[in-house]
C-alpha cells in the first residue's frame, strides 16, 4: 500500500519497517541516527547496505506524490543479473561484494582513470530526491533517492569538445550474478545518454534511498536515475563510465532495436509494440485502483522537453 504522507514529512523521516527494530536498539533516536549517518566520504569504504545516509531533501526537484513503501521499493525489482522474475533480485542480490568498489572513467575527458567509490563521492554533499520511476512494462513508482547530481561528477573529469555521449556499464561477475550465466540480455549490462541528457539537472547517480544506503537489489553501490526516461536507462552497480563521440550501444536496444529505442524517453504516444504507453500501473495502489494516465517524459516535460526541440521523438523513441 502507498504511505500517505503529508508533504512536509521527508520521506526518509519514515523508518522502513526492516530498520526500525535497529533503530530502535540505538540509544537516542534522532541522534544517534545523525551519529551513525555516513557521508559521501564513507561510501564505498564498508559501509553496508540500511546504513543511515546524511542527505538534505531537494525539494525543488522532487514530487510531493506518496512515496512507495519500503517494502514495494526494494522487492518489486527489474535486475536481470539476479534473475528475470520481480522478486529475484531481493532474494539473489544480498551476496554481491560491493566495496571496495571503483569506477573507471574513459574515453573523451581530459582526466582518467579509474576512481574509488569513496573518492568519486568525496567532493558532492548528498541529496535526496522523491522521482517518479516509469518502467517500460508500463507500471510505476514513486522513490525517494539519495545521491549526487550526475552532472557534477562527470564535470571533474572535464570532458573534451568532441564528448557528445556518455557510456555506462555494470559489473560483470557471473560468478556474483547468476543471471548472467544465462543468455538473456548480452553482458555486461551497458547504457547510455546524450552528454547534454547527462548534463542535466535531474539526472542523478543514486547511492541510497529513504534516507539509507542502496539496498543491492536496487543497484548498489552505485546506479543511475534519469527519471524522465524508462527505467531501464538507470542502470545499476556501475563500473565504468566512458566519454564518447559516437552513441554507444545500449542493452536493450541490441536485443530488441524495435521495441527498445536509445531515447526512451517516457512517451504515452508511442506504444510499445506489444502493449500500450498511455497509461500506468502505480505499484502498491491497490488490485483495484484506476491505471493513471501516463505523463510526457513521465511528468518532467517542463523541465526537459527543451533538450529535444530538435528531435522527431515517434522515430527516435
Ligand atoms: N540495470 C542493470 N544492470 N540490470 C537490469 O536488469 N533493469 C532496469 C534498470 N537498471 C536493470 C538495470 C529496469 S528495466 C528498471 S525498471 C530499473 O532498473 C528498476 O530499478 P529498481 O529495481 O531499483 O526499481
Known sequence: MLIRRPPHIRPSDITPPDV?????????????????????????????????????????????????????????????????????????????????????????????????????????????????????????????????????????????????????TTLADPVQMPGQRSAVLDWPYVEGLRIDEAMHPLALLAVGLYGRVLPNQNGAPLRLVVPWKYGFKSIKSIVRIEFSQQMPPTSWNRAAPREYGFYANVNPAVDHPRWSQKTERRIGAGLFAPRQPTLPFNGYATEVAALYRDLDLGRNF
Do not use: Q
Not at 51 to 69: D, I, K, M, V, Y
Not at 85 to 90: E, F, G, M, N, Y
Not at 132 to 141: G, I, N
Open 20 to 168: 526500525f527494530a535497529t533503530r530502535r536498539r540505538l540509544l537516542a533516536g534522532a541522534l544517534s541516527v545523525a551519529a551513525a549517518a555516513a557521508a559521501p566520504a564513507a561510501l564505498g569504504a564498508a559501509t553496508p547496505s540500511g546504513t543511515p545516509l546524511a542527505a538534505r531533501l531537494n525539494a525543488a526537484l522532487s514530487t510531493s506524490e506518496a512515496a512507495n513503501s519500503w517494502e514495494d521499493v526494494t522487492t518489486y525489482n527489474n535486475y536481470y543479473e539476479f534473475g528475470t522474475d520481480k522478486s529475484d533480485p531481493a532474494e539473489n542480490a544480498g551476496r554481491l561484494k560491493t566495496a571496495p568498489w571503483s569506477v573507471a572513467i574513459g574515453g573523451e575527458a581530459e582526466v582518467r582513470g579509474r576512481v574509488a567509490l569513496e573518492d568519486l563521492l568525496k567532493p558532492h554533499p548528498l541529496e535526496e530526491r522523491v522521482y517518479r520511476l516509469r518502467c517500460v512494462e508500463a507500471w510505476s513508482m514513486v522513490i525517494p533517492w539519495v545521491g549526487v547530481p550526475l552532472a557534477a561528477v562527470l564535470k571533474r573529469f572535464k570532458p573534451t569538445s568532441r564528448a557528445r555521449f556518455v557510456a555506462f
